[in-house]
Every structure is written in C-alpha cells, then in structure tokens.
C-alpha cells in the first residue's frame, strides 16, 4: 500500500509540475504577443515608411513606385520627423531616384532644398490633403533610346487654412538594368506636351 501512495505521490507531483510549465509557457507567449501587438499599434506613419526594404521588396510597377514615393512626400510634409528620420525618408526616396537623376542632386544640396522647402511648406501652415493617382491602365508606357519609359500623372490637393489648391505632376519613370522602374525625372501637367515617343 505504501508503495502504491508513493507511486500516486510521483505521478501527481509530476503531471502538476507539468501543468504548471504549460500554464507558465502559454502565459508567457501571451505576454509577449500582447506586447508585440502593443509595439505593432504604436509605430508611427513615419516609422511605417521607414520599414520597407527596397533591396528586397522593390515595388513592382511605375504606379507603386510612385504610391511609395507619395507616402514619403506626406511624411516630409505632413508628420513632424525628427532629423534622423528626415534623412532616412531622404534615403528612401533617393532609392527611388534613376540614376541620372541623382548625379545630378548630390546628397548635400538635395537634404539642404529639401529642408528649406519643408520648412517654407510648414511654416505657411499648409498641408497636403489629398493624392490622386492615376489609375493602372493610364500608365503611359514607351520606349526611347533603347530605354523602356513609364508616364503617370498624379495630383496633389494643398490645404493652407480654409483655402484648398490643387496641382497635377506628371512622372517620368524608366526601367534600369535590374528591371525596376526608377524615377527620371517630374513635371508640372501644363508644362508637359505630347512629345513625340518611339515604340
């Protein structure tokens, strides 16, 4: 009989020390989803951006690249970024950037323009209220000089107190050696003619 207690003593002592890991461990996963989730909520706009890996997930078409490059413009605009941040934006957006585009905007003048232009936007108290872009099937896509060209337009709605604007640029893409659209170059839509184009 006493070997019978002790053996139930054993077996009980073990399968409660088990429960009591099992409880521990699902408590402990709770916890620390919980505070992911927490983190997840709390990442800001800017921070959101910030978090795409062009060198691993470059967006796809002339219109996604121009989406992300929006997302930026509202975050230089629109957010209150640290300086760190601004420059990391900076970064991304120039990642965006033919390279063409970008040997003719060093580093230096282009983070300078660009501070001094957020600074003017701000500082007269306007906002970015809205980005239209075209749709997919308005992508205006060509070839010249060897070169595959993309065309997209998107507008711009500029808010400064009750008094609404709008503008429309038209971006010029173009697809570099690894097969991603870069952007070339933009320009107001009443400044951009037809043009002649090779297919």
């Not at 957010?79 to 957006?93: F, M, R, T, V, Y």
């Not at 701000?122 to 209220?129: D, V």
């Not at 808010?159 to 697809?175: A, D, N």
Request: hydrophobic content about 35%; some cysteine.
């Amino acid at each position: 009989m006493k070997t019978k207690k002790g053996k139930f003593t054993t077996q009980t002592t073990i399968v409660v020390m088990v429960l009591i890991v099992a409880v521990v461990g699902y408590y402990c996963y709770l916890v620390n989803r919980s505070n992911r989730q927490v983190e997840e909520r709390t990442l800001t706009t800017v921070e959101n951006i910030l978090l795409r890996d062009l060198e691993n997930n470059y967006p796809p078409t002339p219109k996604e690249v121009i989406r992300y490059y929006n997302d930026i413009i509202k975050c230089f605009y629109n957010e209150d970024c640290s300086q760190e941040q601004l420059e990391e934006l900076a970064l991304k957006a120039r990642g965006l950037y033919d390279q063409e585009l970008l040997d003719h905007n060093a580093w230096d003048t282009y983070i300078f323009n660009l501070e001094a232009e957020i600074q003017d936007f701000k500082s007269n108290k306007r906002k970015i209220s809205n980005i239209s872009l075209a749709a997919s099937t308005d992508v205006d896509e060509f070839t010249q000089d060897g070169y595959k060209f993309a065309k997209i337009r998107c507008g711009y709605n500029i808010l400064q107190g009750r008094e609404s604007s709008s503008t429309i640029q038209v971006y010029l893409l173009r697809k570099d050696s690894d097969g991603h659209w870069k952007i070339y170059g933009w320009d107001l839509a009443e400044n951009v003619g037809n043009g002649q184009r090779e297919d």
